[in-house]
């Protein structure tokens, strides 16, 4: 027998959405294939690889993840431990464009050394394809919380896929998926934001590269 329930009560079998437990899946994609941790290992990759056997080519790449990914990121946990942000993935909109102008300054300085110090254009190119994405992300993010991490994920498909060919690419792209899918399942994004980041990650960074060929 049901016993009736009166207008309004809460079933005790449901959660309300915004205190459901993330999905665990969705939570292991984000925080490994966050848009720090793959800006910080993209320019090592490409470097050494364009200078391989030689290892010259990494450290020029180092040099590229320290001011386009080691400082922005160290900006973010400032502002976290500070209390400015509420967390590493800057879950609100409004929180986002400082840190990202930041990083912007922070991506034309580390280009600018790279050319002056007379880097390879590998390197080079691929940090050049960083900032334009990046400017472009930036004044929508001021009115839409457009996905940094689709963009990120999608930026970097484009890159190995490049540079390394077909494997990668067989790897990169269903991994770019699913980090959108992450982030709309963990409530992030919605999944017009996941495909505006994924666009805006791919066609910027594919422009830059058609275009230096």
Do not use: N
């Amino acid at each position: 027998m049901t016993i009736p329930r009166p207008p309004g009560a809460r079933q005790p079998d449901r959660m309300p959405p915004a205190t459901r437990p993330a999905p665990l899946w969705a939570r292991a994609v984000s925080e490994i294939l966050s848009p720090a941790h793959l800006v910080m290992a993209l320019p090592l990759a490409i470097g050494w690889h364009a200078t391989w056997p030689e290892f010259s080519g990494a450290l020029w790449g180092l040099v590229a993840s320290l001011f386009c990914g080691a400082v922005p990121y160290a900006v973010i946990l400032a502002g976290v431990r500070a209390g400015r942000l509420t967390d590493k993935h800057i879950a609100r909109r409004d929180q986002r464009v400082r840190p990202l102008v930041l990083a912007l300054g922070s991506v034309v300085a580390g280009l600018g050394a790279l050319l002056l110090l007379g880097a390879i254009p590998a390197v080079v190119v691929l940090v050049l394809g960083m900032l334009v994405a990046l400017a472009v992300i930036v004044p929508i993010t001021a009115f839409w919380k457009i996905s940094l991490h689709a963009a990120v994920a999608a930026g970097t498909a484009i890159v190995l896929t490049f540079t390394f060919g077909g494997l990668a690419a067989a790897l990169a792209w269903p991994l770019t998926v699913l980090v959108a899918a992450a982030r709309v399942a963990l409530g992030a994004h919605t999944v017009a934001q996941v495909i505006a980041g994924g666009l805006v990650g791919s066609l910027v960074p594919l422009g830059v590269y058609l275009l230096a060929l």
